[in-house]
T-cell receptor, first 113, second 110 residues
Framework: GAVVSQHPSWVICKSGTSVKIECRSLDFQATTMFWYRQFPKQSLMLMATSNEGSKATYEQGVEKDKFLINHASLTLSTLTVTSAHPEDSSFYICSARGGGPQFFGPGTRLTVL | GQQLNQSPQSMFIQEGEDVSMNCTSSSIFNTWLWYKQDPGEGPVLLIA?????ELTSNGRLTAQFGITRKDSFLNISASIPSDVGIYFCAGQLGGNKLVFGAGTILRVKS
């Protein structure tokens, strides 16, 4: 089946620093990648959709200057949380789609101290 | 906006029992997907449904795309301890975005 990886699986950082999370589709080309955020015991909340080579489309209420998304190739998308604060602590999950259903990565647990 | 109502919210069943959960929507979808999420992991695709009325199985799992295109159910037969997790339904209409249900937490007593 389709495999999506994320790196790192967890990260702890100090308030004010920036953190980059990578999402890769390992065995297929992802024309579209998605970034979600999930709070404990809640469903997934879509943050943004990105197509290879073009700017990401952000959902309402998601600050594009804070959550920078780059989808430079058909197998790689990155999410950078800039100037992270404790309220940005969350579980971030990416997914990738290559024409079929979305396949999800294993998630990245971000903790901002 | 589009919303999915997923029920039940949680289930605590005996090992070996069958499980049924469903999602309903006020809007129609062209695709229904069912995912399972284990703690600290990303969702894993279980079944994808693309046609109204479609009934699809994946091992002990069976899911159906409702004929009205506004609902879907997932059944798990003869549950085992590793079925424990959160099950999410998701609907997709045309474009890329998925609309997720709130999830069904499944616990299994062995």
């Amino acid at each position: 089946g389709a495999v999506v990886s994320q790196h790192p699986s967890w990260v702890i950082c100090k308030s004010g620093t920036s953190v980059k999370i990578e999402c890769r589709s390992l065995d297929f080309q992802a024309t579209t990648m998605f970034w979600y955020r999930q709070f404990p015991k809640q469903s997934l909340m879509l943050m943004a959709t990105s197509n290879e080579g073009s700017k990401a489309t952000y959902e309402q209420g998601v600050e594009k200057d804070k959550f920078l998304i780059n989808h430079a190739s058909l197998t790689l998308s990155t999410l950078t949380v800039t100037s992270a604060h404790p309220e940005d602590s969350s579980f971030y999950i990416c997914s990738a789609r290559g024409g079929g259903p979305q396949f999800f990565g294993p998630g990245t647990r971000l903790t901002v101290l | 906006g589009q919303q999915l109502n997923q029920s039940p919210q949680s289930m605590f069943i005996q090992e070996g029992e069958d499980v049924s959960m469903n999602c309903t929507s006020s809007s129609i979808f062209n695709t229904w997907l069912w995912y399972k999420q284990d703690p600290g992991e990303g969702p894993v695709l279980l079944i994808a449904l693309y046609k109204a009325g479609e009934l699809t199985s994946n091992g002990r799992l069976t899911a159906q795309f409702g004929i009205t295109r506004k609902d879907s159910f997932l059944n798990i037969s003869a549950s085992i301890p590793s079925d424990v997790g959160i099950y999410f339904c998701a609907g997709q209409l045309g474009g890329n975005k998925l609309v997720f249900g709130a999830g069904t937490i499944l616990r299994v007593k062995s």
